[in-house]
């Protein structure tokens, strides 16, 4: 009779040490989780701020303790891209995509990387395949990036349907207003083009960029009297030594040259 109990004796001995040793790694597990969610939480701040260099440093501690979390390795990619190493980007974006891969803003961000580059062809399946998903929250942002990707490619027909879908979704979004007015100028649909302008400096009247995309639109149109006043915005509010505030007191001075009012 003494062997069963000694049988039964190790087995329960070996079934505590077993639940023990389970206990601990899933205590670890967890301290891990904790410290990498703060590590990334850290990374995140540093990258809100544009500090990618301090973020990336955070992001790195947090990838030693998780390297199989989505999105860390999204979140790693945007830094990488805030610093325009695009390679090393796309291969965060990727990884972020091999994990979960219906992650939608990996894809967005994977798509961005492409537009960084000027690599037209390769967002463009990228951000239809995003238009075209239900779950995505924002397709807007998806055809104005494809509307984006077909106007560099001087496709404008396609441009202007893929703005023209995003602002029936978001008629107040002025990144699709400002891409749509830009489209109808490379057109010389220079009326249509001011009209678009028009709509997006009502929604941002701050964006100096804007009151320069509608002083041309207005000059190609020949309302050089409109032209004046948003060229002279552009000086009021763009930085005194950018580009763009020299290119709006170029213009204004051939205006005047001319004598075109």
């Known amino acids: 009779m003494r062997k069963p109990i000694l049988t039964c004796m190790l087995f329960l001995f070996a079934t505590i040490a077993f639940t023990a040793c389970g206990s601990k790694q899933t205590q670890n597990h967890q301290e891990k989780q904790k410290q990498a969610e703060a590590f990334r939480n850290l990374g995140e701040a540093y990258l809100q701020q544009g500090n990618y260099a301090a973020a990336l440093k955070e992001l790195i501690k947090a990838e030693t303790l998780t390297p199989g979390d989505p999105y860390l390795q999204n979140v790693m990619g945007r830094a990488y891209l805030g610093r325009e190493r695009f390679d090393m980007a796309i291969q965060y974006f990727k990884k972020a995509l091999e994990l979960k891969p219906d992650f939608a803003q990996a894809?967005?961000?994977?798509?961005?990387?492409?537009?960084?580059?000027?690599?037209?062809?390769?967002?463009?399946?990228?951000?239809?395949?995003?238009?075209q998903n239900i779950l995505y929250g924002t397709p807007h942002f998806a055809f104005s990036n494809l509307g984006y990707a077909y106007y560099n490619k001087n496709m404008y027909g396609a441009a202007k349907e893929n703005y023209m879908k995003a602002l029936d979704m978001e008629p107040r979004f002025v990144i699709a207003l400002r891409g749509l007015g830009k489209t109808y100028l490379a057109m010389g649909q220079n009326q249509k083009a001011a009209e678009s302008f028009e709509k997006a400096v009502e929604i941002a009247p701050k964006y100096p960029e804007l009151h320069s995309d509608l002083a041309k639109a207005y000059i190609a149109s020949k309302d050089f009297s409109k032209a004046y006043g948003e060229l002279e915005k552009t000086i009021e509010l763009a930085s005194k030594e950018s580009e763009l505030s020299k290119e709006a007191l170029d213009i204004l001075s051939q205006l005047r040259r001319k004598g075109l009012k």
Do not use: H, M, V
């Open 107 to 131: 894809s967005n961000n994977l798509g961005a990387t492409y537009l960084a580059q000027q690599k037209w062809d390769e967002a463009i399946p990228i951000f239809t395949e995003l238009s």
